[in-house]
């Protein structure tokens, strides 16, 4: 069964920094685009940036532009999301999920880790 | 940005009715770039329909897209227990950023 597993979440206070780990297993990673969406408590999904299966292409939503640098290593099959100058609108359910290419529905989720932003 | 509005925002049904959840675009979708997802508490969102209109895989055939251009439409023929959740309708266009509906409850009446 194909496989992503995010770790890194917890609790930081505004300001801070925080960096997510995207673990892949059972498919060759390294031929998948990657996403983060996340999902403040209650409240919709919201995509926050995509990674090109090499990663010579990067996006990423105004909201987190400038503070947030999404990373591969497809050695480690590994996707990594560096949080800096976090601020509470940024607490959320962070997912992890792939797909085929940039104009590709999001075929493969993990299960999430929450970051919490608080004082 | 792609402002996707779903509708309704809640709909209470019984195991076995059908439920028909909308989904419109603020700007035309090219190449029906629409995808339908799932998502029960505390569970990460599932893939059903992409394309519009095409089941993911493992998808039951109770659950049907259709739609262009600017309105979609997710079906689910006969509603079974496991099917209560809410749902979510992303375009997935060449331009970013990808943006979803804000979902829509589909709950037991």
């Known amino acids: 069964q194909v496989q992503l597993v995010e770790s890194g979440g917890g609790v930081v206070q505004p300001g801070g920094s925080l960096r997510l780990s995207c673990a892949a297993s059972r498919f060759t990673f390294s031929n998948y685009g990657m996403h983060w969406v996340r999902q403040a408590p209650g409240k919709g999904l919201e995509w926050v940036t995509f990674?090109?299966?090499?990663?010579?292409?990067?996006y990423y939503a105004d909201s987190v532009k400038g503070r947030f640098t999404i990373s591969r290593d497809n050695s480690k099959n590994t996707v990594y999301l560096q949080l800096n100058s976090l601020r509470a609108e940024d607490t959320a359910v962070y997912y992890c999920?792939?797909?085929?290419?940039?104009?590709?529905?999001?075929?493969?989720w993990g299960q999430g880790t929450m970051v919490t932003v608080s004082s | 940005e792609i402002v996707l509005t779903q509708s309704p925002g809640t709909l209470s049904l019984s195991p076995g009715e059908r439920g028909t959840l909308s989904c419109r675009a603020s700007?035309?979708?090219?190449?029906?770039?629409l995808a339908w997802y799932q998502q029960k508490p505390g569970q990460a969102p599932r893939l059903l329909i992409y394309g519009a209109s095409i089941r993911a895989t493992g998808i039951p055939d109770r659950f049907s897209g259709s739609g262009s251009g600017t309105d979609f439409t997710l079906t689910i023929s006969r509603l079974e227990p496991e099917d209560f959740a809410v749902y979510y309708c992303q375009q997935y266009g060449s331009s970013p950023p990808k943006t979803f509906g804000q979902g829509t409850k589909v709950e037991i009446k």
């Open positions: 990674i090109r299966y090499d990663g010579s292409n990067k």
């Open positions: 700007q035309s979708l090219s190449s029906s770039y």
């Open positions: 999920a792939a797909c085929t290419g940039w104009d590709d529905a999001f075929d493969i």
